[in-house]
T-cell receptor, first 114, second 110 residues
Framework: DSGVTQTPKHLITATGQRVTLRCSPR?????VYWYQQSLDQGLQFLIH???????AKGNILERFSAQQFPDLHSELNLSSLELGDSALYFC?????????????FGEGSRLTVL | GQQVMQIPQYQHVQEGEDFTTYCNSS?????IQWYKQRPGGHPVFLIQ?????EVKKQKRLTFQFGEAKKNSSLHITATQTTDVGTYFC??????????FGTGTSLTVIP
């Protein structure tokens, strides 16, 4: 158990819909990263938040947005869903922005768009 | 943009054979980390390398960081079925951003 909690674990929805994925980082971790992993693919970096502020953006589509709340949990919003958005979405947390520590990954949210 | 390439993409080995995966970054890294993802699981941290030319060992796993801090390798000696999974390197830049390699999927044939 990494201590990172992601909900929901599985989500099936239709094209054009909007979903929200939630991540609770490990207690005390200020950094939250979101990654997308398509079938048999690598980990595509989406976005990084530190203590409520956006730190970096990766290959995140304009239809996607995220935020980190004062209690440090984060949400990834995916809208106008397309078939190609079907993937496993991982959240990972880390302790400090200025110090490189390991990433602790949640178990992921598997999104299926039909 | 920053890219981290990893080869090979897939590797099938007989149990007991050795295995190596290589990671190359387009830019100099602050440090590099390695993760293992078991089938159906999530990535789990293995190790971090920080110094130029650093070599670290964990039992049958040997990790190296290149002198120029742009490449790295993971070598597994005498693979076991428990080594099955996808191994990712993650290059970390000075801005503390993680760039994951494409991963190497290891299959160990008993």
């Amino acid at each position: 158990d990494s201590g990172v909690t992601q909900t929901p674990k599985h989500l099936i929805t239709a094209t054009g819909q909007r979903v929200t994925l939630r991540c609770s980082p490990r207690s005390g971790d200020l950094s939250v990263y979101w990654y997308q992993q398509s079938l048999d693919q690598g980990l595509q970096f989406l976005i990084h938040y530190y203590n409520g502020e956006e730190r970096a953006k990766g290959n995140i589509l304009e239809r996607f947005s995220a935020q980190q709340f004062p209690d440090l949990h984060s949400e990834l919003n995916l809208s106008s869903l397309e078939l190609g958005d079907s993937a496993l979405y991982f959240c990972a947390s880390s302790v400090l922005a200025g110090v490189t520590g390991e990433l602790f990954f949640g178990e992921g949210s598997r999104l299926t768009v039909l | 943009g920053q890219q981290v390439m990893q080869i090979p993409q897939y590797q099938h080995v007989q149990e007991g054979e050795d295995f190596t995966t290589y990671c190359n970054s387009s830019t100099t890294l602050s440090n590099i980390q390695w993760y293992k993802q078991r089938p159906g699981g999530h990535p789990v941290f293995l190790i971090q390398l920080v110094k130029s030319g650093e070599v670290k060992k964990q039992k049958r796993l040997t990790f190296q960081f290149g002198e120029a801090k742009k490449n790295s390798s993971l070598h597994i000696t005498a693979t076991q079925t428990t080594d099955v999974g996808t191994y990712f390197c993650a290059g970390v830049n000075t801005g503390n951003q993680f760039y994951f390699g494409t991963g190497t999927s290891l299959t160990v044939i008993p």
